[in-house]
């Protein structure tokens, strides 16, 4: 995999960052990888993975200092993002979550929300997005999750699903809408939530295809009090702050979905140079080394879009939503396009649960739904170049 280990060498990172990751990849190898096939049979929360993760400081790498963290690159973010995920898919989104439900919260709160919240997600802490509801998907202007001002508080009602670490959160992005204003748009709102609200409940968790060791679940919120001081900008302003998070969150998936695809790729290979049919290896076939060298670009080229997505955010610019929806969009169908092929070289072998592909194909599916599916990113792409 020279191509690779070159692509991977001329990356240029600053000592520090070199040395976070090293750690971060220590991690990913002896711990977090050997525990991820007993994480998906079993379904338990990886505990013991978040644990090992808040020992190296992996929430405050997006934590301004001020507030506990110890920041670095949005890059280097997403370089660990896509590591965790490579060695567990389940152990990554669990991770990216909490950089999206917190962003926001970083990027928009007033001092005084972050100087009484962020500490917590410092600490290790755990995050959530809430934005789904069962009527309510890629559409967001169809939630019904209501907020009622009531002098100093915020009365939330209604519901959310396929909320991921709904049930762990120790803090919540929760998005509604203003009982105050009509309009369905204008009404969207966010406030951070924090767990131990009278009234909050967690109904069911998913059983899922995969991701199974990271837990998705379905909320209640009856008659919630919420200090207003937890609202986020005013009311009304939550449409916008959504979109705005959600172009850094998508990068962000589309790196969980290139470790997906990056464990794929290594597996695939190394099958296929051990693996003898008709007295040659299957690599050796014309056709396979077709379909490998395609793999192998697009794998390729999608990291080298990711950083330059990366590049965007972190000179300070404002309007990169369309090249965070092609990162999503490419990194997720190369996984589920990765990840498919893997499981095809395997032949029966894939299909069974003694290889890691059977597992990383269920995990795959699901980037091309979460953040967007990948027909909405096509729309938003497309109709781009629609002249006015």
Known sequence: MKIFETQQRLREWSDDERLALDQFQRLARELIAPNAQRYDQTGEFPWENIRALNELGANTIFVPEVYGGAPMSYRLYLEIVKTVSEACASTGIIYATNFHGMKPLIDFGNDEQRARLLPRIAEGGIGALAITEPNAGSDATGMTTSFTPDGDSIIVQGGKTFISNGDVADLILLFGKWSEIADSKKSISVLVFEKDTPGFEVLRL????????ASTAALAFNACRVPRANLIGKPGEGLALLLASLNKSRPSVAAHALGIARAAFNDMITYMNERVQSGRRIVDFQANQFMVADLATDLAMTECWLDYVASLIE??????????????????????????????????????????????????????????????????????????
């Open 206 to 213: 998913e059983d899922k295809m995969g991701h199974r060791a």
């Open 315 to 388: 000179s300070g610019g404002k309007d990169f939503g369309l090249e965070a929806s092609i990162a999503k969009m490419r990194a997720s169908d190369l996984a589920m396009r990765m990840s498919t092929e893997a499981v095809q070289m395997h032949g029966g072998y894939g299909y069974c649960k003694d290889y890691r592909v059977e597992r990383l194909m269920r995990d795959a599916k699901i980037t091309q739904i979460w953040e967007g599916t990948n027909q909405v990113h096509r729309q938003l792409i497309g109709r781009s170049f629609a002249r006015k």
